[in-house]
């Protein structure tokens, strides 16, 4: 089953503008990852934020976690045509056997236009 | 530097055939090894994942197996192929022993079932 689930579902801006990715979750977690895949491709770590974080920025990435809401989101500043890209979030459980898990949600399908 | 191999890049397999896809890692040693499937459209369902040589967890009861014969070495076989296993197939490995790191992903097989 999946639990995260992203929002939107897709998004498309203009080359410079920023990019939020929101990231919705059920169950306890001890950390949330955040992974980009281009068409047809392998999906590549962006940026972990563990429970007890809140923000977490990496380059033009800035993710933050709301464990009360079970929520997560992800900014892309001043986009690039390059960020087009399928974008999702991972979770991954506290404790026992799960937590050598990541479930994924659906994507975000990110369209920037030059 | 570690590298993870994934082949054959596509697949195009008859119902009722056998399969075999194959992951190798390199540059590391112990790793947490995963398959997951990407249907189109859809965030990746976890079907297996192994934290040890012979160690297999299976996720999703279907018609797919997985087998680890060697650390570094993750194999998905199916004895008969259905229609409904078409899909992106992608192996993962994260550092061993403990859980909840980042994933580095294969570049995937895009399988289809005719």
């Known amino acids: 089953s999946q639990q995260g689930e992203e929002d939107p579902q897709a998004l498309s801006i203009q080359e410079g503008e920023n990019a939020t990715m929101n990231c919705s979750y059920k169950t306890s977690i001890n950390n949330l990852q955040w992974y980009r895949q281009n068409s047809g491709r392998g999906l590549v770590h962006l940026i972990l934020?563990?429970?007890?974080?809140r923000e977490k920025h990496s380059g033009r990435l800035r993710v933050t976690l709301d464990t009360s809401k079970k929520s997560s989101s992800l900014l892309i500043t001043a986009s690039r045509a390059a960020d087009t890209a399928s974008y999702f979030c991972a979770t991954n459980p506290i404790s026992g056997a799960g937590s050598y898990q990541l479930t994924f949600g659906k994507g975000t399908k990110l369209s920037v236009i030059p | 530097s570690q590298t993870i191999h994934q082949w054959p890049a596509t697949l195009v397999q008859p119902v009722g055939s056998p399969l075999s896809l194959e992951c190798t890692v390199e540059?590391?040693?112990?790793?947490?090894l995963y398959w997951y499937r990407q249907a189109a459209g859809r965030g990746l369902q976890l079907l297996f994942y192994?934290?040890?040589?012979?160690?297999i967890s299976s996720e999703v009861p279907q018609n797919l197996s997985a087998s680890r014969p060697q650390d570094r070495q993750f194999i998905l076989s199916s004895k008969k192929l259905l229609l409904s296993d078409s899909g992106f197939y992608l192996c993962a490995w994260t550092p061993g022993p403990l859980p909840g790191t980042e994933a580095f992903f294969g570049q995937g097989t895009r399988l289809t079932v005719v």
């Open positions: 192994s934290v040890g040589i012979g160690q």
């Open positions: 540059g590391t040693s112990n790793p947490n």
């Open positions: 934020i563990r429970s007890n974080e």
